[in-house]
Structures are given as C-alpha cells and as structure tokens.
C-alpha cells in the first residue's frame, strides 16, 4: 500500500505565480516530513522540512503547510522561477530504522 | 563540506554477475542509507546502517545486501543480477543521531543489466 501519495504527476504555471504541491499520507507515526527537487540522473537535492509537531514552515520562497487531522502537507513556492522547473517528492520519515517513504513525484514546469 | 559521494557513476552488468556499489557519506554523517529509483516503482528504501549496524531493511530479495565500515563509508551490494534490478541507486546521509532528520543524496549510480 502506498503510504505517501502525491496524486497530480505533473503541474504547469506562469513565472512569478505560485506553485502548489500536494502531499497526502496514511501513517500517522511519521515524525518528520520533507521536500525534495530531483532532476533526471541526478540525486534529490533537500528543499524544507517540518516537524510533525508544527504546522508550517518557510525558508525563503518555499514553504511547507502541514494538516495533521487531514494527513496532507503540501509546499508553495512564491514566487515561481523557470528555474524550478523539476519534479518534486514529498517524503515522510519513521524515526525507527531512519527510514523515508516517497511520494511518486509532481513534474513540476514553470513557463516563462 | 563536501556532499555525499557515489562510485561508480555508471556501470553495465549482465545478467547473473554481482555488483558492489560505494557510497562516501558527508564528513560527520554515521547514518547512511540506500534507496532505489524506477520508473515504474519510484523511490524505495533499501536499507539504514548506522555506526556498522544494519538498522532497516526494505521489502527487498536477500540478493540485495549492504554494510557500513567503521569511517561511516558503506557499500551495498547485488548479486545474481536480474533484468529488473536495472536503477539508478542512491545514497543518503544524515545526522540522525543529533536528532537531525534531513537526509542528504549522492548523484546516484545508474546500474544497467543487459
């Protein structure tokens, strides 16, 4: 069963619009949660992270919002850059065995 | 700092061969972990080591198996290569044991079997 879900494979905006990316997730014990960028052959860079205990955090143009009731985190990025353009992977991390558990990815293209 | 190194970049193998893959976590990093990128399955956790010790392990064939060296350094290794292990195979660092939760990836290794 997949424990991490982002369900839009692919999202496309305008440049200086934002980016919102979904994240949905069933197991309640996940203590952290994180976003990645990735581009193809190439290993994911780390983006922002949050504790389950808050419900937001920002780090310059990207910030993570976190719905504990609704299991559902998702990250905006203000404003958009061609330069963001990549897919993106939540990721959902069991303090047990350091583990993380992927989302499939949202290709995420921004249009100058 | 230097980030979390992987060699080989590249490799070809043929069906039935064993690969052994190297991974150099960042400088401080004691927890190193292995992940598994398909197309069709995405990214999936192999397995954690952390100071030598296997901690986690994925939903993985025993031919996949790994270990740690006392410099934090890991390799993982698959034998009996089969068509469907072709990946690319990453790599992640951490800090866990400072209550760090941020894992950090290599470039990966791009495994081919033919």
């Known amino acids: 069963d997949q424990q991490v879900k982002q369900n839009s494979p692919s999202l496309s905006v305008q440049e200086g619009r934002i980016s919102i990316l979904n994240c949905d997730y069933t197991?309640?014990?996940?203590?952290?949660f994180l976003w990645y960028k990735k581009y193809p052959a190439e290993g994911p860079t780390f983006l922002i992270s949050?504790?389950?205990?808050?419900d937001k955090n920002e780090d310059g143009r990207f910030t993570v919002f976190l719905n504990k009731s609704a299991k559902h985190l998702s990250l905006h990025i203000v404003p958009s850059q061609p330069g963001d353009s990549a897919v993106y992977f939540c990721?959902?991390?069991?303090?047990?065995?350091?583990?993380?558990?992927f989302g499939g990815g949202t290709r995420l293209m921004v249009k100058p | 700092k230097a980030g979390v190194t992987q060699t080989p970049r590249y490799l070809i193998k043929t069906r039935g061969q064993q690969v052994t893959l190297s991974c150099s976590p960042i400088?401080?990093?004691?927890?190193v972990s292995w992940y598994q990128q398909t197309p069709g399955q995405g990214l999936q956790f192999l397995f954690e080591?952390?100071?030598?010790?296997?901690?986690n392990k994925g939903n993985f064939p025993g031919r996949f198996s790994g270990r740690q060296f006392s410099n934090s350094r890991s390799e993982m290794n698959v034998s009996t290569l089969e068509l469907g292990d072709s990946a690319l195979y990453l790599c992640?660092?951490?800090?866990?044991?400072?209550?760090?939760?941020?894992?950090?990836f290599g470039p990966g290794t791009r495994l081919t079997v033919l």
């Open positions: 949050i504790s389950s205990i808050k």
């Open positions: 080591y952390f100071s030598e010790t296997q901690r």
């Open positions: 990721a959902a991390h069991l303090n047990a065995g350091n583990m993380l558990t």
């Open positions: 197991n309640s014990m996940f203590d952290y």
């Open positions: 992640a660092s951490s800090l866990w044991d400072r209550g760090l939760h941020e894992q950090f």
């Open positions: 400088s401080g990093h004691r927890s």
